[in-house]
């Protein structure tokens, strides 16, 4: 069996759409620069009201990568 070495990072996504939506989009990002990834987390979920509506929706995400091995 291989052994594995995992980080976690935390991430804000944000969307005026929905939660879904700001979850894609920061994994989306995150997938940019970071190799690896393997799971998230959706920690904590808020939003913001404009004249009696949600406006925009914000999710912070941790989210897993396994590390590369040094050979």
Do not use: C
Not at 16 to 43: K, L, S
Request: proline share 1%; charged share 30%; net charge negative.
């Amino acid at each position: 069996m291989s052994e594995h070495v995992y980080k976690k990072i935390e991430l804000v996504g944000s969307s005026p759409n929905g939660v879904e939506d700001a979850v894609r989009n920061a994994v989306a990002v995150a997938g940019q620069t970071i190799r690896n990834m393997r799971w998230f987390e959706v920690v904590e979920t808020r939003g913001q009201i404009e004249d009696n509506k949600i406006n925009h929706w914000q999710v912070t995400v941790e989210i897993g990568f396994k590390l590369d091995k040094e050979v």
